[in-house]
């Protein structure tokens, strides 16, 4: 069964970083892409980055361009996102998915997990 699971959300102070995992199962990233998605509190869920299944990242928001960074271990089919020089406006659930492509909608996704960026 395929399945995504985020870790590593908390409670950060501004200006401070964090590394979110996805850890998916089921299914090897030879053949899906993965991505990394937000969904702050009264708003539409938010692409961020993505990575395809030759290991290519993909920006997909202006927002965390220079602050964030995805990357992959395939050992472990686990993507990681590396936020740094976080701010309030960051604060949401942040969320991994598959795709067959960073240009496809997502088709799965992972329960997520709460980042608060808050002195």
């Known amino acids: 069964q395929l399945q995504l699971v985020e870790s590593g959300g908390g409670l950060v102070q501004p200006g401070g970083s964090l590394r979110l995992s996805c850890a998916v199962s089921?299914?090897?990233?030879?053949?899906?892409?993965i991505g990394w998605l937000r969904q702050a509190p009264g708003k539409g869920r938010e692409r961020l980055l993505c990575?395809?299944?030759?290991?290519?990242?993909?920006k997909s928001s202006d927002s965390v361009k220079g602050r964030f960074t995805i990357s992959r271990d395939g050992a472990k089919n686990t993507v990681y996102l590396q936020m740094d020089s976080l701010n309030p406006g960051d604060s949401a659930i942040y969320y991994c998915?598959?795709?067959?492509?960073?240009?496809?909608?997502?088709?799965?996704w992972g329960p997520g997990t709460q980042v608060t960026v808050s002195s």
């Open positions: 998915g598959a795709a067959t492509s960073c240009y496809a909608d997502f088709r799965y």
């Open positions: 089921g299914f090897t990233m030879d053949y899906y892409a």
């Open positions: 990575i395809d299944r030759g290991g290519g990242n993909i």
